[in-house]
């Protein structure tokens, strides 16, 4: 699985951002995605993910109601989205795209946490930066 994550970049407070993660590679429709970031001198955290399903979604408590991730699929590529509105000075931080698989055997399909231990594969991380 490949993922490559796009969309950051410098937003002032208040405003909106979307990032993209294109994943590709065979059977997507058993891994889940998430969104994760790394702020400078904190521990990477996870943000948003969604489940295999598409029916599940968590996030963190940090970002509810503002942040939404969706996953959409053509041919077999699979782009993951992260919509954030109402950006915050402490929304700044590395994000990056991650990926697990968990098809119906593993009794996980249908999961949508959000650890980052739990993550298989990881994309590049792409910068968000909000001004304050």
């Known amino acids: 699985v490949q993922l490559q994550a796009s969309g950051g970049g410098l937003v002032q407070a208040g405003g909106s951002l979307t990032l993209s993660c294109e994943a590709s590679?065979?059977?997507?429709?058993?891994?889940?995605f998430g969104w994760f970031r790394q702020a400078p001198g904190k521990e990477r955290e996870g943000v948003a993910c969604?489940?295999?399903?598409?029916?599940?979604?968590?996030?963190a408590d940090s970002v509810k109601g503002r942040f939404t991730t969706l996953r959409d699929r053509a041919n077999r590529v699979h782009t993951v989205s992260l919509q954030m509105n109402s950006l915050k000075s402490e929304d700044t931080a590395v994000h990056y795209c991650?990926?697990?698989?968990?098809?119906?055997?593993?009794?996980?399909?249908?999961?949508?946490?959000?650890?980052?231990?739990?993550?298989?594969?990881w994309g590049k991380g792409t910068q968000v930066t909000v001004s304050s």
């Open positions: 590679g065979f059977t997507l429709d058993y891994y889940a």
């Open positions: 969604i489940s295999s399903s598409s029916s599940s979604t968590s996030y």
């Open positions: 991650a990926a697990d698989r968990r098809d119906l055997y593993s009794g996980r399909f249908y999961s949508s946490s959000c650890n980052v231990d739990d993550m298989d594969h």
